[in-house]
C-alpha cells in the first residue's frame, strides 16, 4: 500500500502561484486530480515513475508544472496564473491500474487532499 500526503495548498489571489507536494512511501506514477464543492473529481495532471512522461488536463496546461524528486519521493505540482475557477481540493493518487490516466477510478491509492482557494 503506498502511503500518500499532500501539503502546500493555501489561500492566493488571482494571478498568483503555489507548488503542492506529494510526499509519498514509494516512487511510482503518480497523479494530481481536484475537486470543487458539487463537482466531479477531475484530472489534473500525471507524471510517470521517471519523469520521462507527463500528462495535463487542458484546463491547466501551461500554467502547471508536475515534477518528481525520487531521492525525496516527493511529486511536485507548480500551479501559475491561478484563477478562482481552480479552487478546489487537490488529492495525490498512485496504484496506476487499467489504461486510463484521467480517471480517478484507475488509481488504488489517495492522499487526504490539500485546500486550494484562489480568491478574485
Known amino acids: 500500500q503506498v502511503q500518500l500526503v499532500e501539503s502546500g495548498g493555501g489561500l492566493v489571489h488571482t494571478g498568483g502561484s503555489l507548488r503542492l507536494s506529494c510526499a509519498a512511501s514509494?516512487?511510482?506514477?503518480t497523479s494530481w486530480f481536484r475537486q470543487a464543492p458539487g463537482k466531479e473529481r477531475e484530472f489534473v495532471a500525471a507524471?510517470?515513475?521517471?519523469?520521462?512522461?507527463?500528462y495535463y488536463a487542458d484546463s491547466l496546461k501551461g500554467r502547471s508544472t508536475i515534477s518528481r524528486d525520487n531521492a525525496k519521493n516527493t511529486v511536485y505540482l507548480q500551479m501559475n496564473s491561478l484563477k478562482p475557477e481552480d479552487t478546489a481540493t487537490y488529492y495525490c493518487?498512485?496504484?496506476?491500474?487499467?489504461?486510463?490516466?484521467?480517471?480517478?477510478?484507475?488509481?488504488?491509492?489517495w492522499g487526504q487532499g490539500t485546500q486550494v482557494t484562489v480568491s478574485s
Open positions: 514509494e516512487d511510482t506514477f
Open positions: 507524471i510517470s515513475w521517471s519523469g520521462s512522461s507527463t
Open positions: 493518487a498512485a496504484g496506476f491500474r487499467g489504461s486510463n490516466v484521467y480517471s480517478p477510478g484507475s488509481f488504488a491509492y
